[in-house]
């Protein structure tokens, strides 16, 4: 498989495999530039929008599929082949460069919270399901990302679907309050 490179390197562009260039009608992202940072007192709905522009740009040409989930919250799903190796709770080289970006955003985001719901294999392997949310759980933390700041979802695991990483910015649903004079 073209995920289980020997690289392992966090960068897209270099040797993970799944995560090559964008093809060429797209618009190259830089995989180290950060998204501009949000005006002091920029309402947390402009904060989603700005984090889903910079996962978006870094993630465009790879299987990774990011989509709004109103009102607060960004769905990243990473497929499960390049997510973990059968029957196991590794974190493969591809995902571990979906979590470098996704505890940028964490990190940017100091409300920002994160909810993981791995998926169990083919057999719905509860406990394998269990240990592969604690794995990106950990992965995290070792990128800075406090374990409070990171759920795992208790549903009855997905047989064979993606890994879903939710990411939610507190208040992002509720509009901005209007300043200035009235009537």
């Given at each position: 498989s073209?995920?289980?490179?020997?690289s392992s390197s966090?960068?897209?562009?270099?040797?993970?495999?799944?995560?090559?260039?964008?093809g060429p009608?797209?618009?190259?992202?830089?995989?180290?530039?950060?998204?501009?940072?949000?005006?002091?007192?920029?309402?947390?709905?402009?904060?989603?929008a700005?984090e889903q522009?910079?996962?978006?740009?870094w993630?465009?040409?790879?299987?990774?599929v990011?989509?709004?989930q109103p009102?607060m919250?960004l769905q990243l799903?990473?497929?499960?082949a390049n997510?973990?190796d059968?029957?196991k709770?590794?974190i493969?080289?591809?995902?571990?460069a979906v979590?470098d970006r996704v505890?940028?955003?964490?990190?940017r985001q100091?409300?920002?919270r994160?909810n993981?719901?791995a998926?169990?294999?083919?057999?719905?392997?509860a406990?394998?399901?269990q240990?592969?949310a604690?794995?990106?759980?950990?992965a995290l933390?070792?990128?800075?990302?406090?374990a409070t700041?990171?759920a795992?979802?208790e549903s009855a695991?997905?047989?064979?679907?993606?890994?879903?990483?939710r990411?939610?910015?507190?208040?992002?649903g509720?509009p901005?309050?209007?300043r200035g004079?009235?009537g």
């Open positions: 073209a995920c289980a490179s020997s966090s960068s897209p562009s270099q040797g993970s495999g799944v995560f090559s260039a964008p009608n797209a618009a190259p992202a830089d995989p180290n530039a950060a998204p501009r940072a949000p005006a002091p007192g920029t309402p947390p709905a402009t904060a989603l700005t522009r910079f996962l978006e740009d993630f465009r040409g790879t299987p990774v990011i989509a709004a009102p919250t799903d990473v497929p499960l997510s973990f059968a029957g709770a590794d493969k080289p591809a995902l571990n979590l505890a940028q955003s964490l990190l100091s409300a920002a994160i993981v719901n998926p169990a294999d083919a057999s719905g392997n406990a394998l399901a240990s592969r604690q794995r990106v759980r950990e933390g070792s990128k800075g990302i406090a700041r990171v795992l979802t695991p997905r047989a064979g679907g993606p890994l879903q990483l990411l939610t910015i507190p208040g992002a509720t901005p309050i209007a004079k009235t």
